[in-house]
């Protein structure tokens, strides 16, 4: 069975840091692509940050490049989301994401609020 379970979302303050984790299993994790998106109430799904199977290259959203970084650990089968300088548009609901080719899965989200 395929497990997505995202962790480390909470409320924070502007300018502050969080460090999201996702934790897999049911699939072979090493050879897909895995991603962060985000959904924030009344806008669309937006990709924040993908990572290649062997963390050789990394794409982010143009808003959050330079602040947040992605990680994997392939052996662990966990990708991470390092989060600094929180902003309160970064609140939204974010989610994680494996696709390789045609198959897909997602993860349900974990919440993110910044707040002052």
């Known amino acids: 069975q395929v497990q997505l379970v995202e962790s480390g979302g909470m409320s924070v303050q502007p300018g502050e840091s969080l460090r999201l984790s996702c934790a897999t299993s049911g699939f072979s994790f090493s050879f897909y692509y895995m991603s962060w998106y985000r959904q924030a109430p009344g806008k669309e799904r937006e990709l924040v940050a993908r990572?290649?199977?062997?963390?050789?290259?990394?794409e982010y959203l143009d808003s959050v490049k330079g602040r947040f970084s992605i990680s994997r650990d392939n052996g662990k089968k966990v990708v991470y989301l390092q989060m600094n300088s929180l902003k309160f548009e970064d609140t939204a609901v974010y989610l994680c994401?494996?696709?390789?080719?045609?198959?897909?899965?997602w993860g349900r989200g974990t919440q993110v609020t910044v707040a002052s």
């Open positions: 994401n494996a696709r390789l080719e045609s198959r897909e899965h």
């Open positions: 990572i290649s199977p062997s963390s050789g290259s990394t």
